[in-house]
Nanobody, 122 residues
Framework: QVQLVESGGGLVQPGGSLRLSCAASGNIFMINAMGWYRQAPGKRRELVATIIRGGSTNYADSVKGRFTISRDNAENVVYLQMNSLKPEDTAVYYC????????????????WGQGTQVTVSS
Protein backbone atom coordinates (compact mmCIF):
# COMPACT_ATOMS: atom_id res chain seq x y z
CA GLN A 1 0.00 0.00 0.00
CA VAL A 2 2.80 2.40 0.91
CA GLN A 3 6.37 2.31 -0.33
CA LEU A 4 9.46 4.27 0.69
CA VAL A 5 12.32 4.63 -1.79
CA GLU A 6 15.68 6.10 -0.78
CA SER A 7 18.25 7.58 -3.12
CA GLY A 8 21.40 9.67 -3.02
CA GLY A 9 23.87 7.35 -1.35
CA GLY A 10 27.33 6.72 -2.69
CA LEU A 11 31.05 7.12 -2.12
CA VAL A 12 32.38 10.44 -0.86
CA GLN A 13 35.68 11.68 0.55
CA PRO A 14 35.99 12.80 4.18
CA GLY A 15 34.77 16.37 4.51
CA GLY A 16 32.46 15.99 1.54
CA SER A 17 28.70 16.20 1.30
CA LEU A 18 25.78 14.08 0.18
CA ARG A 19 22.05 14.61 0.13
CA LEU A 20 19.78 11.64 0.68
CA SER A 21 16.15 11.65 -0.32
CA CYS A 22 13.23 9.41 0.57
CA ALA A 23 10.01 9.45 -1.41
CA ALA A 24 6.80 7.98 -0.04
CA SER A 25 4.11 6.78 -2.42
CA GLY A 26 0.75 5.06 -2.15
CA ASN A 27 -2.66 5.90 -0.76
CA ILE A 28 -1.24 8.28 1.79
CA PHE A 29 -3.62 10.24 3.95
CA MET A 30 -1.01 11.80 6.19
CA ILE A 31 2.66 11.39 6.99
CA ASN A 32 2.89 11.82 10.74
CA ALA A 33 6.66 11.58 11.00
CA MET A 34 9.67 10.70 8.89
CA GLY A 35 13.23 10.02 9.83
CA TRP A 36 16.58 8.57 8.97
CA TYR A 37 18.36 5.71 10.70
CA ARG A 38 21.71 4.14 9.94
CA GLN A 39 23.47 0.88 10.61
CA ALA A 40 27.22 0.47 10.32
CA PRO A 41 28.97 -2.92 10.16
CA GLY A 42 29.00 -4.53 13.59
CA LYS A 43 26.85 -1.77 15.08
CA ARG A 44 23.24 -1.42 16.14
CA ARG A 45 20.83 0.54 14.00
CA GLU A 46 20.67 4.07 15.39
CA LEU A 47 18.52 7.13 14.96
CA VAL A 48 20.09 9.90 12.89
CA ALA A 49 17.33 12.49 12.57
CA THR A 50 13.55 12.81 12.62
CA ILE A 51 11.01 15.39 11.56
CA ILE A 52 7.37 15.34 12.62
CA ARG A 53 4.25 16.74 10.98
CA GLY A 54 4.51 20.04 12.80
CA GLY A 55 8.09 20.52 11.66
CA SER A 56 9.99 19.78 14.86
CA THR A 57 13.30 18.01 14.35
CA ASN A 58 15.59 15.85 16.44
CA TYR A 59 19.18 14.82 15.78
CA ALA A 60 21.64 12.35 17.18
CA ASP A 61 24.44 14.11 19.03
CA SER A 62 26.98 12.66 16.61
CA VAL A 63 25.50 14.52 13.63
CA LYS A 64 24.33 17.81 15.14
CA GLY A 65 25.73 20.77 13.26
CA ARG A 66 26.62 18.62 10.26
CA PHE A 67 23.35 17.03 9.10
CA THR A 68 20.02 18.70 8.35
CA ILE A 69 16.69 16.96 7.87
CA SER A 70 13.98 18.67 5.83
CA ARG A 71 10.80 17.79 4.00
CA ASP A 72 8.73 18.64 0.95
CA ASN A 73 5.18 17.91 2.04
CA ALA A 74 3.72 18.53 -1.41
CA GLU A 75 5.77 15.64 -2.82
CA ASN A 76 5.95 13.45 0.32
CA VAL A 77 9.73 13.58 0.30
CA VAL A 78 12.17 13.87 3.17
CA TYR A 79 15.81 14.85 2.72
CA LEU A 80 18.96 14.44 4.74
CA GLN A 81 21.69 16.92 3.87
CA MET A 82 24.99 15.54 5.14
CA ASN A 83 27.98 17.88 5.34
CA SER A 84 31.48 17.47 6.76
CA LEU A 85 31.21 13.73 6.40
CA LYS A 86 33.49 11.50 8.46
CA PRO A 87 34.55 7.89 7.94
CA GLU A 88 32.46 6.94 10.97
CA ASP A 89 29.36 8.09 9.07
CA THR A 90 29.78 5.09 6.78
CA ALA A 91 26.63 3.00 7.06
CA VAL A 92 23.48 1.88 5.34
CA TYR A 93 20.96 4.67 5.79
CA TYR A 94 17.30 3.76 6.11
CA CYS A 95 14.26 5.94 5.71
CA UNK A 96 11.44 5.44 8.20
CA UNK A 97 7.94 6.85 8.21
CA UNK A 98 4.83 6.71 10.35
CA UNK A 99 1.99 7.00 7.86
CA UNK A 100 -1.78 7.14 7.97
CA UNK A 101 -3.02 5.59 4.72
CA UNK A 102 -6.35 4.95 3.09
CA UNK A 103 -7.48 1.41 2.27
CA UNK A 104 -11.26 1.51 2.50
CA UNK A 105 -10.77 3.24 5.80
CA UNK A 106 -7.85 4.92 7.53
CA UNK A 107 -4.99 2.84 8.89
CA UNK A 108 -1.70 3.72 10.50
CA UNK A 109 1.56 1.87 10.12
CA UNK A 110 5.31 2.24 10.29
CA UNK A 111 7.34 1.72 7.11
CA TRP A 112 10.98 1.22 6.22
CA GLY A 113 12.82 1.83 2.98
CA GLN A 114 15.29 -0.63 1.51
CA GLY A 115 18.34 1.37 2.56
CA THR A 116 21.04 3.24 0.68
CA GLN A 117 24.77 2.80 1.21
CA VAL A 118 26.88 5.77 2.25
CA THR A 119 30.64 5.23 2.24
CA VAL A 120 33.04 7.93 3.44
CA SER A 121 36.59 7.07 2.47
CA SER A 122 39.65 8.58 0.85
Amino acid sequence: QVQLVESGGGLVQPGGSLRLSCAASGNIFMINAMGWYRQAPGKRRELVATIIRGGSTNYADSVKGRFTISRDNAENVVYLQMNSLKPEDTAVYYCNAEITYYSGSLHENNYWGQGTQVTVSS
